[in-house]
Each structure stands twice: as C-alpha cells, then as structure tokens.
C-alpha cells in the first residue's frame, strides 16, 4: 500500500480510501489524476482543461487560491477527506457567500 497518508491535513484520507465502488457502473467514474497520477472517482474530482485532479492535487500544483478560484460547480464537488477540513470549511464559507451576495 502506498503511504501517502504522512502529512495529511486533518479530515484528509489517503486517495485510495476516496474511491467508493458499490456497482459495476462506477468503474467507468474512475478517472487518473493529473497531478499524483492515483485514481480518484470523476464525480469528487476538479476537471479542468481536460485534466482530472484531486482537489488537494491541484491546491499542491497551482495553490489553494487557485483552487478556490475554480468554479462553484467544481468546488461543490470535493470531499473532505480529499482537501481536509480547513480547506474544506473555506470553500464551504466561500460558497455560502456566494448564495447570499
Ligand atoms: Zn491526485
């Protein structure tokens, strides 16, 4: 098993804990991530200029303001335990902001 749980954030889960298969049509929802190369699943992942990323993937390679940049579609797509729980709780205010401006 890989060990790429050291340095995790809180609230973060190693990549291979993100995948939840449960019917055979979910296969075809597991996509390769650009930037650690692991598979993630399409529907909690950014796709951007034809890429597919895990959210903290991306924060790594581009910044998490970057990331917060992104589209509300894309963001609203991220799971916990993929960016962890502060980046998670600033997108989530960020959103909330955006419903209430
Ligand atoms: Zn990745």
Same mark, same amino acid.
């Given at each position: 098993? &890989?060990? *790429?749980?050291? !340095? $995790?954030? &809180?609230?973060?889960?190693? /990549? *291979? @804990?993100? #995948?939840?298969?449960?019917?055979? /049509?979910?296969? =075809?929802?597991?996509?390769? +991530?650009?930037? +650690?190369?692991? #598979?993630? @699943? %399409? &529907? %909690?992942? $950014? /796709?951007? *200029?034809?890429?597919?990323? /895990?959210? =903290? +993937?991306?924060?790594?390679?581009?910044?998490? %303001?970057?990331?917060?940049? $992104?589209?509300? =579609?894309?963001?609203? =797509? $991220?799971? #916990? !335990?993929?960016?962890?729980?502060?980046?998670?709780?600033? #997108?989530?205010?960020?959103?909330?902001?955006? *419903?209430?401006?």
């Amino acid at each position: 098993m &890989p060990t *790429d749980n050291k !340095g $995790l954030e &809180p609230g973060q889960l190693p /990549h *291979d @804990q993100l #995948i939840d298969l449960q019917r055979a /049509h979910d296969v =075809r929802s597991l996509k390769e +991530c650009h930037g +650690c190369r692991q #598979i993630g @699943q %399409a &529907p %909690a992942m $950014l /796709h951007v *200029d034809v890429l597919w990323y /895990h959210g =903290r +993937c991306y924060a790594e390679a581009y910044s998490e %303001a970057a990331l917060q940049s $992104l589209p509300p =579609r894309q963001l609203c =797509r $991220l799971q #916990i !335990g993929d960016v962890g729980l502060k980046l998670a709780r600033r #997108i989530i205010e960020q959103l909330s902001e955006r *419903d209430h401006a």
